[in-house]
Nanobody
Framework: QVQLVESGGGLVQAGGSLRLSCAASGLTFTSYQLAWFRQVPGKERDFVAAITSNGGTLLYADSVKGRFTISRDNAKNTLSLQMSSLKAEDTAVYYC????????????????WGQGTQVTVSS
């Protein structure tokens, strides 16, 4: 049974930093492409960043480029998102997602999802 468990969310002031983690189990981690999405209540779930199975290719939404860094530790089955220069508009529930073959922005291509972690940025 595949499980993705996010952690690291919380309340932070604008301009601050936060690091999210996603612990994966029940899958061959090194075979999966991974991503972060975020969602504000009442709105669609939006792409944030994605990373290929070997970490060789990274993709970012324009809104977070230069401020967020996605990474993975294949030895620890962990996906991370380092967020800096946070803005109020980054407030959302952040989800990690996984799938075998696709690295990109289309959330429908991801098979597995975590339960989400809340990030709140106060201005």
């Amino acid at each position: 049974q595949v499980q993705l468990v996010e952690s690291g969310g919380g309340l932070v002031q604008a301009g601050g930093s936060l690091r999210l983690s996603c612990a994966a189990s029940g899958l061959t981690f090194t075979s999966y492409q991974l991503a972060w999405f975020r969602q504000v209540p009442g709105k669609e779930r939006d792409f944030v960043a994605a990373i290929t199975s070997n970490g060789g290719t990274l993709l970012y939404a324009d809104s977070v480029k230069g401020r967020f860094t996605i990474s993975r530790d294949n030895a620890k089955n962990t996906l991370s998102l380092q967020m800096s220069s946070l803005k109020a508009e980054d407030t959302a529930v952040y989800y990690c997602a996984a799938n075998r073959y696709y690295t990109g922005r289309d959330l429908t291509r991801y098979n597995y999802w975590g339960q989400g972690t809340q990030v709140t940025v106060s201005s």
